[in-house]
């Protein structure tokens, strides 16, 4: 037995066979879905699923001769031609990721001990991936602190400017100042994204973000009138939008798929460090006297202080690399490897990496149907899909109830029977909580998985804030203050490993290249617009639901939560960026009808706890990365 003679297409031929939709993809692109036909458990099903998982890896459609010729041609045309070999490595890695570089020619022995190395120590990245990590949640962290030093100031500039009573005017005033940022991002900070990663990148938007905090941290500081200090906290969300949309992204583009969910998350765990920062930092100035000419120095110096972790990110961002994906979406390819290599352990990996983002990237322009990308987001179906997912985990993020928390828990303790600075020492504790318990999702996002965080904690989110409610109706102060503190720091141990890291995480991934930004601009903009709608209402709401009532109110959302990501938010745990094209190709009527027959299952199983079959996968995605399956090299084939 010979091999046979191939005839190894040129780089046009290669991108044309790239690009020409698969059976999944004309389904996607002319028909606006993939329908798995559940009805039929058989052949037909078999087929459907196997269809789709063929499709994931489009290097699959070659054979080892054509990926090295072509992976070969890529490095030769696109200014790489020293790493030629490198490539051609990389490109048979990237074929068959599983193999370990077991049984394919051309790689040596320390090459399969990279690889193996890289398979079995998941958490053995390069340092500088881990210092781009640092900078992104030291990012995370002046967000926080952006959102929480208010919580303490309040307490003192409300009778300083006059808006301390219980009138309509005056709650509504207070929530107007408190939520003056969100409304930024949600209508122009997050938008501005965009044409801000276009012409500046991942790091000069992050750089530019981060300066903008910290001005008008400063400007909040020197405010002599609520209006004034509306003004100032406003311009606080052109910082806060471009920011929260540009990080999340920056990290999950320089990260492996492997571990991209934990680091990825570290956005949520650091802005919940940087809310415990903000608890700390109201504390800490609480008892500071006035000066002379300086009325209310005190809650001058907690707004203030947010500045100073937005300067030291200013300062470290430019030693970091810049995304690779965002040189390659600009065709700078070299530029790209460049930075890959920086970013991972080895040359061997980082050329596997850009190869495979190349091909990727082509694959994904068949979903491209013209130039107007906003309008695609909604009218593509892979990209629609994603936008509701994303819509659905952004929009809960608020409406589970925990900002009001953060913003209002000051006054909430106070209300409950605290005093003062006893109310500023128990929300300190529920920050404390928030950053702690949302370093067990650093080890489960990635394996647990996204959705099931969300499954698991939404209910427990509900029961708990009904218990908070409920606590307010207690008559014993000493009761009522313990039960109080008891539902909120529960409330936030079981926020902060689920609705916390998940929904930044998820938007950042869910979208393909090409929308990305505009995605995330989407994503960012729901969490901030209803972050916005929660902090204005939550002093008239409590006004006219009475607290008990109010707390009721978002625990009846958290059940709401719990049935929209059920039925139609999918996984998209260790899947690479593009991979996710193909979960994301599943209609949503499918999906929400798989997940609604499941529920029988769990109830059966994890309830009644009877040994039933466990009903067939909706889609499946070979990528195992714990199993070593080798595919045939040329010399076996042979």
């Given at each position: 037995?010979t ?7 040129s780089a046009?031929?290669?991108e044309?066979r ?14 606006g879905?993939?329908e ?17 998982a ?5 290097l ?11 992976a ?6 696109h200014?790489?031609?020293e790493?030629?070999e490198?490539?051609?490595k ?8 599983k193999?370990?570089g077991?049984?394919?020619p051309?790689?040596?022995d ?10 079995h ?14 900078v ?29 009573g ?6 509504w005033i ?8 969100y409304l930024c ?6 938008w501005?994204s965009d044409p ?11 750089f530019?973000?981060c ?14 009138t ?7 906290r ?5 910082g806060?939008?471009a920011?929260?949309?540009?990080v999340?992204?920056?990290a999950?583009?320089c990260t492996?798929?492997?571990v ?6 570290m ?9 415990m ?13 006035d000066k ?13 202080s947010a500045?100073f972790?937005?300067l ?6 430019f030693?970091?690399p ?7 979406g ?7 490897f ?13 050329a ?19 130039h107007?990308?906003?309008?695609e987001?909604?009218?593509i179906?892979?990209?629609?899909r994603?936008a ?6 952004m ?10 928390i ?11 029977g605290?005093?003062p ?7 300190m ?24 965080l969300?499954?698991t904690?939404f209910?427990l ?6 218990f908070?409610g409920?606590?307010?109706y ?8 313990g039960c109080v503190a ?10 902060s ?8 995480t998820?938007?950042?991934?869910a ?15 729901t969490t901030?617009f ?7 209402t939550?002093?008239?709401l409590?006004?006219a639901?009475?607290?008990q009532?109010?707390?009721g109110w978002y625990?009846?959302w958290n059940?709401v ?11 998209t745990?260790?899947?690479t ?13 499918t ?7 499941k ?6 199983r ?7 079959e ?8 070979d ?8 595919s ?7």
């Amino acid at each position: 037995m010979t091999t046979k003679d191939t005839i190894v297409p040129s780089a046009a031929n290669y991108e044309n066979r790239l690009l020409r939709p698969s059976l999944s993809a004309e389904r996607c692109v002319a028909e606006g879905d993939i329908e798995l036909d559940r009805h039929h458990h058989g052949h037909h099903l078999h087929h459907e699923k196997q269809d789709l998982a063929d499709d994931t890896n489009p290097l699959i459609n070659f054979t080892q001769e054509e990926v090295i010729a072509n992976a070969a041609e890529y490095a030769r045309t696109h200014g790489l031609e020293e790493y030629e070999e490198l490539f051609k490595k990389g490109g048979l890695i990237a074929q068959n990721p599983k193999s370990l570089g077991i049984g394919l020619p051309l790689l040596t022995d320390q090459d399969r001990d990279d690889l193996a190395h890289e398979s079995h120590h998941r958490w053995a990245q390069n340092r500088t991936l881990y210092s781009l990590v640092v900078v992104c949640s030291l990012a995370a962290a002046v967000q926080g602190m952006d959102e929480t030093v208010i919580n303490g100031a309040q307490l003192f500039f409300v009778d300083q400017f006059g808006i301390g009573g219980d009138s309509s005017r005056d709650t509504w005033i207070l929530g107007l100042v408190n939520a003056a940022p969100y409304l930024c991002c949600a209508c122009i900070g997050c938008w501005l994204s965009d044409p801000l990663n276009k012409a500046l990148g991942r790091r000069g938007t992050i750089f530019v973000s981060c300066l903008v905090a910290a001005i008008t941290c400063f400007w909040s500081a020197c405010t002599d009138t609520w209006w004034h200090l509306f003004i100032a906290r406003f311009c606080l969300g052109f910082g806060i939008g471009a920011k929260s949309a540009t990080v999340p992204v920056y990290a999950a583009e320089c990260t492996p798929a492997v571990v991209r969910g934990a680091l990825v998350m570290m956005w949520q765990m650091w802005t919940a460090f940087g809310i415990m920062l903000g608890y700390v930092a109201d504390v800490a100035f609480y008892k500071v006297p006035d000066k002379p000419n300086i009325e209310g120095l005190n809650w001058r110096l907690m707004l203030g202080s947010a500045l100073f972790p937005a300067l030291i990110v200013c300062c470290q961002v430019f030693f970091c690399p810049e995304s690779p994906r965002w040189y390659m979406g600009r065709g700078e390819h070299r530029k790209a490897f460049e930075s890959m290599v920086r970013l991972r352990t080895s040359n061997l990996q980082a050329a596997r990496d850009i190869y495979y983002m190349h091909v990727l990237l082509l694959e994904e322009t068949v979903l491209k149907r013209g130039h107007n990308r906003v309008l695609e987001l909604f009218t593509i179906p892979r990209n629609r899909r994603a936008a509701l997912a994303s819509w659905i985990v952004m929009f809960m993020q608020q409406f589970c109830g925990v900002n009001v928390i953060a913003y209002y828990s000051s006054v909430i303790f106070r209300d409950s029977g605290f005093s003062p600075i006893s109310a500023l020492l128990a929300s300190m504790g529920f920050g404390i909580i928030n950053f702690l318990f949302a370093i067990p999702a650093v080890y489960t996002i990635d394996t647990f998985g996204r959705r099931n965080l969300l499954l698991t904690t939404f209910p427990l989110m509900a029961l708990f804030l009904l218990f908070t409610g409920f606590s307010f109706y207690i008559p014993n102060e000493k009761a009522r203050v313990g039960c109080v503190a008891l539902g909120i720091y529960l409330f936030g141990i079981a926020y902060s490993p689920g609705e916390g890291p998940v929904p930044f995480t998820y938007s950042a991934e869910a979208f393909p290249l090409y929308i990305r930004d505009v995605g995330m601009s989407f994503a960012t903009a729901t969490t901030w617009f209803f972050n916005f709608v929660l902090a204005i209402t939550w002093p008239s709401l409590q006004s006219a639901f009475t607290t008990q009532g109010a707390f009721g109110w978002y625990a009846g959302w958290n059940i709401v939560g719990f049935f929209l990501v059920l039925l139609f938010v999918p996984e998209t745990k260790a899947l690479t960026l593009e991979e996710l094209d193909k979960v994301f190709g599943v209609t949503t009527r499918t999906h929400a009808k798989y997940q609604a027959s499941k529920l029988p299952y769990w109830y059966s199983r994890y309830i009644l706890r009877q040994d039933v079959e466990e009903p067939i996968p909706l889609y499946e995605l070979d990528l195992d990365f714990d199993k070593n399956i080798a595919s045939p090299s040329i010399e076996e084939k042979a």
